[in-house]
């Protein structure tokens, strides 16, 4: 019974084939982290330093350990020459997220040679305040910094960057020793992070004292 033979042989080796294409797949996509991470790591010891605008960010649709991988479109803008837009993708830690939206100022190191390479720098991030459109303060800033909170008096969904959502805020700030006062920012969040900035939620907040439009927010995770 040939048609027999044939349908076990096919309900056997189909199967099989189905696995070993999707561990190759999937052993594809892990070796070009691997293999992304090396050359992140070499530019971000040999790379020229730099300052760059967001232009945009948008999500890939992929996630590693919950942290979502996101496509950014950047505006370099390197002391030893012209301009230059380059994208490149990174992942975030959902913690982060804040810190990455259109106007954002972040450090990246690019490749002299070839800038179409480029890596973002976050560690020297991480050793300054977010801000929301001013240029990026020196890496001593944490001395110049001070502890506050930001109670969100209104919260309006912006355009959507694929999974992340943009929200616009008003915050008002409070610092000690200092009057409350009023500012505009625009942060990217994932979906189940969204009733934390919901209007009177209260957010604790790292301020520059050099600009005080300069904040950090501190987003805790919802599981």
């Not at 810190?99 to 990246?108: N, T, Y």
């Not at 560690?123 to 890496?139: C, D, E, G, L, V």
Request: hydrophobic content about 45%; overall charge neutral; charged content about 20%.
């Amino acid at each position: 019974m040939p048609g027999l033979t044939l349908i076990i042989i096919l309900s056997i080796v189909l199967p099989l084939l189905l696995a070993a294409i999707t561990i190759f797949l999937v052993s594809r996509f892990f070796f070009g982290l691997m293999r992304e991470s090396r050359e992140r790591q070499s530019l971000l010891r040999d790379g020229e330093s730099s300052v760059a605008e967001i232009l945009s960010i948008s999500d890939t649709g992929v996630t590693v350990n919950d942290n979502p991988r996101v496509a950014l479109r950047l505006f370099v803008q390197p002391q030893s020459r012209t301009g230059f837009e380059v994208s490149t993708k990174l992942l975030v830690p959902r913690l982060s997220l804040a810190a990455f939206q259109p106007g954002s100022k972040i450090r990246v190191r690019f490749d002299p040679n070839d800038l179409q390479r480029v890596a973002v720098d976050t560690a020297a991030m991480n050793n300054q305040p977010r801000q929301t459109s001013s240029p990026i303060a020196p890496a001593d800033s944490a001395a110049s910094s001070v502890r506050g909170t930001a109670v969100v008096l209104d919260a309006v969904a912006a355009e959507s960057a694929g999974r992340l959502k943009l929200v616009n805020l008003l915050l008002e700030m409070h610092v000690a020793d200092r009057p409350p006062y009023q500012l505009h920012t625009k942060v990217a969040i994932a979906p189940e992070n969204e009733a934390l900035v919901k209007r009177g939620a209260q957010i604790n907040a790292t301020i520059s004292l050099a600009d005080t439009t300069q904040i950090s927010l501190e987003l805790p995770a919802t599981g």
